[in-house]
């Protein structure tokens, strides 16, 4: 998440997306880790102004969180994407309140990794909540208890999932945000294992691309498409991993490519930037210029990708050997100029020329650590331009441009009649620069609700344009979230 989106959080979404975070990051590093310590900073800093005499208390009730008994407000955005996730998380466990004492404000860092990996060990257990308390009263950590998800309350996504077994979603009408969430977390679950040296099968990783194709094939609208404008500053690895493998599953849909092929896009398009877990945080995050060691290390991934598709995916060697080479090519550049260094002249796959303009894209679209702010996607789709022939596949770049439009999907417009709206689809008419939009009104809370969907080729009596565009921007620039709006 963007640090001027945090910023603009109240504590109570704030101690929320840290825990959050916290949850998620100890999956994955190490206590010691500099991601992990910063969670620890963040949630001590958002229990502050938050908690009481009597404690600190977090509960779920109907799809809403209450801190200390007041509810939090909706906002749409960034901010109700966590909340969305941390309460998924919460009532799959069947947890419906956590309360928090004072003695948690004095508690060493160690206790408070301790609390969050037996919050997410509670996720394997049957008596969850139980289990849960018995292990923080024996653990020592009596500054947090917690109490079990009322009845009537929205049932834990274990129940929900046994229902969705005997009346399961059509291929077509899946809810996007449901894909798109479950293939992240399976994603860090690989990677936490592969962190460690752990092997894992791909059979998961081959079922979710699946899911993945059939919604890319039969939903009549792109709205999976939509779902890869979500943009994460802290979660940037992961996300990107499943915004790169949707983008390329598009692309292999305009090029025709066969499901077989398709589901190793998929695969490849996940698995690409595998070999940045063995990467420290640090170096990843760092804002300064990398020194030449660094970014020998840093161009080393894609390597590094490959050998952990080798080493640690358990697959039958005809399948692996499938999606190992991709990975490592989506850095060389179309005409091989970029790394690793190989001297011969063998053209790239045509997955990897997939993954390369994928990758790129979203990158160019994504708020980083390094850069002031991202390029809006015209912007970006205008800099790849400059690399057909060199960095990109001419073609499959083309075909890339005219599937997402001179707007892509997300990108965020002013209007001549001062509104603001985000592209959700791209236009049905041969004139480029006029797709469809959701035009966004604000909410008099510093958000922005939905508003009505129109075509910005639509035409008045006088055969003019009912609205115009006067200028575009990237969605983070206001705080904005296009996959709260566009799914």
Known sequence: MEKNAYQKMSSGEQLLHALHSLTNMVRIYQG??????????????????????????VQLENGRFFINEEKLPRRRGVVEHVLELFYEFLTVRGIGALQFRTGIMTAPPEALVGFAVLLNEC???????DWLDRQFRESGLDWVSVQVLAAGSERPARAAGERERRRPEPPGQRSPRKVYAYTLRSLRDVAQKISVNQRVGMRKAVRMVQTMVEEVFLQEQPLLLAMSTIRAYDDYTFTHSVNVAILSLYIGRQLGLPRETMECLGVCGLFHDLGKVTLP????????????EESAQLRRHSLDSTRLIVQLLAAPADRKSRVMIPPFEHHLKYDLSGYPVLGWTRPISLCGRILTIADVYDALTSPRVYRKEAMSADRALGLMVQGLGTVFDPLILKVFIRMLGVYPIGTLLELDNGEIALVSRAPLAEDLHRPWVVILREDGQGGFVRGAEVNLAEQDRDGGYCRRIVGSSHPSSRNIQPA???T
């Open 32 to 57: 010691n880790n500099q991601l992990v310590r910063n969670c620890l900073v963040q949630l001590t800093e958002s229990m502050t102004p938050l908690m009481t005499g009597a404690g600190l208390r």
């Open 123 to 129: 996720g394997e257990r049957v008596d969850g909540p």
């Open 281 to 292: 945080y640090d170096l990843l995050n760092k804002s300064e210029a990398l020194t030449s």
């Open 484 to 486: 709260s709006f566009l």
